[in-house]
């Protein structure tokens, strides 16, 4: 009977110590796996963290982008409307300082050099000039003797020039026609204005807005 009972405790006490060691390795693995688990929660979330962040640098970057390139438009489109206005301004000084020239001494060399001009841009033997009466009192016959002087000892061309039996013209300048033919050089301000144009703008945009 005592041998049943210490068998049976014997018995008893070696299930006790398989079940606590079946309990612990429960448990630890049990813990192992809670403990794997937070790491990769842990892990989730600061990828999740670092995702959002980066999406947030993300769309922080985009808008200062977005901002910066409406801001440069916008000083874009304000620097081109000055500089057309720039521009748009100088052409009218610098009309003005050519009409103004009309009426000045200095206008009667002036002159001389666009009807030498437009003869040679003819290139007839013979040409008519026109303009208003004030460039009409200018070229009278002494001077356009002078000017076809000019031409042959400059230039080395021959050139027969005549007053215009045709009325005054109303723009300032002068108007350089083929005797008995149809070719015109057109040298009037507003003319040349025109014709010049392209390079006037060329030297206003280097003097105003290169360094």
Same mark, same amino acid.
């Given at each position: ?13 070696? /299930?006790?110590?398989? !079940?606590? *060691?079946? #309990? ?6 049990? $813990?192992? $796996? !809670? ?15 670092? !995702?959002?962040?980066?999406? @947030?640098? $993300?769309?922080?970057?985009? #808008?200062?982008?977005? #901002?910066?390139?409406? /801001?440069? *438009? ?6 081109? &409307? @000055? ?8 052409? +009218?000084? #610098?009309?003005?300082? &050519? ?10 060399? /002036? ?7 437009? !003869?040679? =841009? ?6 008519? +000039?026109?303009?208003? %009466? ?11 003797? %002078?000017?076809? $002087? ?5 230039? =080395?061309?021959?050139?027969? @020039? ?7 013209? &109303?723009?300032?300048?002068?108007? +350089? ?11 009037? /301000?507003?003319?040349?204005? &025109? ?7 060329? +030297?206003?945009?280097?003097? @105003?807005?290169?360094?």
């Amino acid at each position: 009977m005592n041998k049943e009972v210490t068998g049976s405790r014997e018995f008893l006490e070696e /299930i006790l110590v398989k !079940a606590r *060691g079946e #309990a612990e390795d429960l448990i630890s693995r049990a $813990q192992a $796996q !809670a403990e794997a688990r937070k790491k990769a929660a842990r892990s989730q979330e600061t990828s999740l963290l670092k !995702a959002a962040d980066d999406q @947030l640098e $993300q769309e922080k970057a985009r #808008a200062e982008k977005g #901002a910066d390139q409406r /801001i440069s *438009g916008e000083i874009r489109r304000k620097e081109l &409307l @000055l500089r057309d206005r720039f521009m748009k301004d100088a052409l +009218v000084l #610098a009309r003005e300082k &050519l009409l103004a020239l009309s009426g000045t001494d200095e206008y009667e060399s /002036i002159l001389a050099d666009w009807v030498l001009e437009g !003869a040679l =841009g003819l290139d007839v033997p013979e040409a008519e +000039v026109n303009g208003r %009466k004030r460039e009409r009192e200018i070229m009278t016959g002494p001077w356009l003797r %002078k000017q076809e $002087q000019r031409l042959e000892k400059e230039f =080395g061309r021959k050139v027969k @020039l005549t007053l215009s039996g045709e009325p005054p013209l &109303l723009g300032a300048g002068v108007l +350089v026609k083929q005797r008995g033919g149809r070719l015109v050089f057109n040298n009037q /301000i507003e003319t040349r204005l &025109l014709r010049k144009q392209s390079e006037l703008r060329k +030297v206003i945009y280097r003097e @105003l807005f290169e360094e």
